[in-house]
């Protein structure tokens, strides 16, 4: 399966501070990447999707203001998280979409505390 | 409206008895299934994908079936071990939706010894 990394793994902002969270491709060009996000005990969302050299396309009810998606290159896809809040704070992962059909291969995550 | 749903939160298996988690859908143009393994505080791990065109695919250990009359899909795990113990996910997807993955609420599974 593909390698994708994070980083940070985890990070501890104040509130009202932006944070940057990389995800990597390391081993496939990724035209398209997707960003996720896991609150306590619940499932993963999807929060957009991220397109190499063009916007992304975030999901109903996800502020493309607040959270910054670039897709600078075919390995790497940025999601800042603008004047961060505690009601922010979450469990934000990344995957990448390859291999045999829609099978999707995420990183490790990055825990994001508000405070 | 969940499209994807897991209706059991947890099921305890005792270690070599088989694991049976269970996934119900709702939208009939899914046509790929997808099981993913989680620990905390890590992302989540592809197991498991099974095709419409299918109803059953084995590896190794685990085996996804899917009914698509019922719209219901179950992953097993024999024999299980304790190392399987974690959060399962199960998530559709349709050709018709650009690879996006609808995941369902997860079952924990917590194998014994």
């Known amino acids: 399966g593909a390698v994708v990394s994070q980083h940070p793994s985890w990070v501890i902002c104040k509130s009202g501070t932006s944070v940057k969270i990389e995800c990597r491709s390391l081993?496939?060009?990724?035209?398209?990447m997707f960003w996720y996000r896991q609150f306590p005990k619940q499932s993963l969302m999807l929060m957009a999707t991220?397109?190499?050299?063009?916007?992304?396309?975030?999901e109903q009810g996800v502020e493309k203001d607040k959270f910054l998606i670039n897709h600078a290159s075919l390995t790497l896809s940025t999601l800042t998280v603008t004047s961060a809040h505690p009601e922010d704070s979450s469990f934000y992962i990344c995957?990448?979409?390859?291999?045999?059909?829609?099978?999707?291969?995420f990183g490790p995550g990055t825990r994001l505390t508000v405070l | 409206d969940q499209q994807v749903k897991q209706n059991s939160p947890s099921l305890s298996v005792q270690e070599g008895r088989i694991s049976i988690l269970n996934c119900d859908y709702t939208?009939?143009?899914?046509?790929?299934f997808l099981w993913y393994k989680k620990y905390p505080a890590e992302g989540p791990t592809f197991l498991i994908s099974?095709?419409?065109?299918?109803d059953k695919n084995e590896d190794g250990r685990f085996t996804v079936f899917l009914n698509k009359s019922a719209k219901h899909l179950s992953l097993h795990i024999v024999p299980s071990q304790p190392g399987d113990s974690a959060v399962y996910f199960c998530?559709?997807?349709?050709?018709?939706?650009?690879?996006?993955?609808?995941f369902g609420g997860g079952t924990r599974l917590m194998v014994k010894p």
């Open positions: 995957s990448v979409n390859r291999g045999a059909k829609d099978t999707q291969y």
């Open positions: 081993d496939f060009q990724a035209t398209t």
């Open positions: 991220s397109n190499e050299g063009s916007k992304a396309t975030y």
């Open positions: 939208n009939s143009m899914f046509d790929y």
């Open positions: 099974i095709s419409s065109i299918k």
């Open positions: 998530a559709a997807s349709s050709s018709n939706a650009g690879n996006m993955l609808t």
